[in-house]
């Protein structure tokens, strides 16, 4: 287990479904938002419904932001994955859940993080709501070397017009088998429709939500 330099500081937001849970999805936040934004409360809300333990945590720069009330930069990738790997072996050894039973995730840049550590760990699955694939108006950037041979099955909720990666640039991209795609039509990042969409924001979540248990249920 790495040095835990962050895990005693950290405050966990729990959803737990009535029946004893399954197993734990621990759910990372974006870049610009904690893990109690409205996306946020709404996944792990609807999570709940596969049977398992929905698990949230902050990185230490959110904790700065929140502790300070000044806005912190995000750490180093280095400092974030220790942080998801350190939740991770919390989960095993305090919580006595084997990694078998356990799936990562987050939004954008949580999403990002959990897919780096996956296979480290050994965990059942890794689902990301809005990958990074790129960044913001520099889609010849693409961040995809890990993706190319990640093992861990992997579900990607992926808005179709995501400026981070949209379905006609990822589509172009050969990545590892592992990786399942489940897209939202005609909609951005935080899956908010475009003008010409039939459907709304809380449609397209309730649909991500769907995905997301469909997966979880197979794995566990």
Not at 95 to 104: A, L, T, V
Request: charged letters at 25%; proline letters at 6%; a positive charge.
């Amino acid at each position: 287990m790495l040095n835990p330099r962050y895990i005693a500081i950290k405050e966990f937001l729990v959803d737990s479904p009535e029946q004893d849970p399954k197993g734990i999805f621990l759910l990372a936040h974006g870049a610009g938002k904690g893990m109690a934004s409205p996306f946020m409360n709404t996944i792990a809300r609807g999570v709940v419904a596969a049977g398992v333990r929905v698990v949230r945590f902050h990185f230490p720069y959110m904790e700065d932001t929140l502790r300070t009330g000044k806005e912190s930069p995000a750490n180093q990738r280095r400092i974030l994955k220790q942080c998801f790997s350190e939740v991770i072996m919390h989960c095993i050894e305090k919580e006595r859940c084997p990694s078998k039973y356990i799936i990562i995730g987050g939004k954008t840049m949580g999403a990002r993080i959990a897919s780096m550590v996956a296979d480290a760990h050994k965990v059942a699955g890794v689902i990301c709501l809005g990958y990074p694939f790129h960044p913001l108006k520099r889609p010849k950037h693409f961040r995809i070397k890990h993706l190319k041979t990640i093992q861990t099955p992997t579900l990607i909720c992926q808005g179709e017009r995501d400026p981070f990666g949209t379905r006609e640039e990822v589509q172009k991209r050969i990545l590892s088998k592992s990786i399942k795609f489940h897209w939202l039509a005609k909609c951005d990042n935080n899956f908010k429709p475009g003008r010409r969409s039939d459907r709304t924001q809380d449609e397209n979540l309730e649909d991500a939500i769907r995905a997301c248990n469909r997966f979880i249920k197979r794995l566990l």
